[in-house]
């Protein structure tokens, strides 16, 4: 029920967009150019058009401003008692609320534009006033009362011979009937729609109007004419530079081509939507593609490829979810703030009617003046207890915000962790299905093998072996992004690295490391987590080192509130065009050379970074390479 909603608000999100955008002017499209017109604007009517204008312009992106300039030009039409303009603002001021979510507030602002309108008898405003009402019981699921209001709107529209306004009443009628599921009906109003775009060569309608007839016959599992209909869409949005709505399309057309099993063919589509979702700063859309790419390799069974996108999702995921947050908190800030302005003139203007209040009664009795001044204290007391409790509110509602989005963000890692868990697990029982029973065959048949074919036994056994390794560090990679709080204790150092050394004696005897420690202190970290750490550090000092006398030194220096610990090396060094790729997943240096994941300073740098430290490198390629990590004290 809840994804139905967020669907039919989606939809009905659009449709206020593309029904609002009809009537646009020339130059409004653009923030610079509605300020310059509201500077410009030399009358109260077109001031309170322009400020509707801007409330418009920033309904999605910032909610608090666009409410300020809804109520802003409300006033003004309230004074200069424009009904039309009246109407006209609580219409923006319920769109804004719908771009909330607020669909009660959002509900309530459109009855009373409404119920203006009809009283002026304002045909067009009354054809939008209907739509919107209509998206409202859209999204309660009453579909019935939702087809009535719609049909409302397209009558008038007709009338009016609105052709703009009477394709898009369709294709509200086409999603209604859809969401009930009578897809005949459905497709029915949809092609009207299609067709009347296509007579008024309005090609952005036409292109919403085959997006929409494409997910109904994708409804109906009719992948074919789905898909032929996204990719209509997708070649006038392309057309008219719409990039937004090509990077959705680009993704509705992958999921057609992995419904047919063209898995290949879907990544070329989820390639070019994250490229344009990224050009237009699309992080929702960027983050859907990253996910699909995921799949889709899995099912071709690059899981390589697969766990790459899955992370990246998991990285463009929570920029996302950190985004939101930063947008809910800036949000309440600009609330708090024009409260407390408005506050502030409040108190001043009743410090001012007090004062000539007590001027007035300067000759009453010294009884009375007491009186009023006890009275004036319980004034202050209840002003005051009154705004503690408005503040006092307004806190648990941003905490109730905080709390739902830092919900969305545990759910959201816990389902990425929860399925590198599961894809880990579960290909462990085919990798060794393979390795053992590859390993069979060279047993059972040594004398019918050839040497090419023992070779190609070799390199199977090879891969399995590489893919488990893999799916190891892949877990250890999981394990470390947990987002539950972590367990810090005081740790001494010095034993933490005299423990990793102990795990590490048969590698520095192989290798006949020289190790030099320096007194480390003691700090408050995850034992566990620290342990890795020097672990990873110190047996790639060792690995990545060609010097006949390989020599590791780990030194501690005191850096104000932070500890800087150095694991350094006389190894091979890195050369400073591959320093900044190094802390990434996956990424390995000299692959024939040196054997390894790619994962174990992609996992130190995780690991820093949840005890809120940080990690960098200096290194002189063929010299040697030094680490420094700062913990916080």
Known sequence: ????????????????????????????????????????????ERHAFWLKELAFHYKSDRPATAHSYARSSLEIAEQLNNQRAIADALHVEGIVYWYQGKVAEASKAFFKALEIREGINDKLGLARSYNNIGNVFSWQNNFQEAGLYYKRSLNLRQELQDSSGMVYSLASLAEVAALQDDLKEAQHYGLQALDLARQIQKPDAEAFCYEHLGQIMLSKNQLNEALNYFLDAASINREIGNQNQLAENLLEIASVKALEGAYAAAIDSLYESVEISRVIDANDLEAEALKKLSLNYAALEQFDSAYFYAINYQIADEKITGEKQARVLFDVQEQYRSQLEKTGLLLRQQRSNRLLIWLSVAIVALLIFFIRLMYVKNQRLQRTDRKL?????????????????????????????????????????????????????????????????????????????????????????????????????????????????????AE??????????????????????????????????????????????????????????????????????????????????????????????????????????????????????????????
Not at 399 to 404: G, H, I, M, P, Q
Not at 461 to 471: D, I, Q, R
Request: proline share 2%.
């Open 1 to 44: 029920m809840q994804h139905r909603k967020s669907y039919i608000a989606t939809i009905a999100g659009i449709l206020l967009f593309l029904t609002m955008s009809v009537t646009a002017q020339p130059g409004s499209i653009t923030e610079q150019s509605l300020l310059d017109s509201l500077d410009q604007a030399k009358t109260g």
């Open 389 to 505: 409790k408005e503040k006092a509110s307004e806190i648990e509602r941003v905490n109730k915000v905080l709390a739902t989005q830092n919900e969305d963000l545990r759910n959201s890692n816990d389902s990425l962790r929860e399925f590198a868990y599961v894809v880990s697990h579960d290909l462990r029982e085919p990798l060794r299905t393979i390795g053992s029973f590859t390993t069979l065959l060279a047993r059972r048949f040594p004398n019918d093998l050839d040497n090419q074919s023992r070779e190609y036994i070799n390199f199977i056994v090879k891969g399995t072996k590489h893919m488990s390794l893999l799916l190891d560090g892949l877990l250890s990679y999981a394990k470390v992004s947990n987002t539950e709080s972590l367990a810090l204790e005081p740790l001494n150092l010095n034993t933490v690295v005299r423990n990793v050394l102990e795990i590490l004696d």
């Open 508 to 633: 520095i005897e192989d290798t006949q490391a020289h190790i030099q420690v320096a007194e480390l202190p003691v700090i408050n970290g995850n034992r566990a987590l620290l342990s890795q750490l020097f672990q990873n550090l110190i047996a790639n000092a060792m690995k990545f080192n060609n010097k006949p006398e390989k020599r590791v030194w780990i030194r501690y220096q005191d850096k104000g509130d932070m500890h800087q610990i150095a694991v350094e090396d006389n190894g091979i060094g890195i050369d400073e065009a591959f320093k900044s790729k190094v802390f990434q997943i996956f990424h390995r240096l000299e692959k024939n050379k040196y054997k390894g994941t790619g994962l174990g300073l992609a996992i130190c740098q995780k690991i820093v970074a949840r005890h809120r430290g940080k990690i960098e490198l200096e290194s002189v390629l063929g010299e040697g390479t030094r680490f420094l990590v700062y913990l916080p004290k």
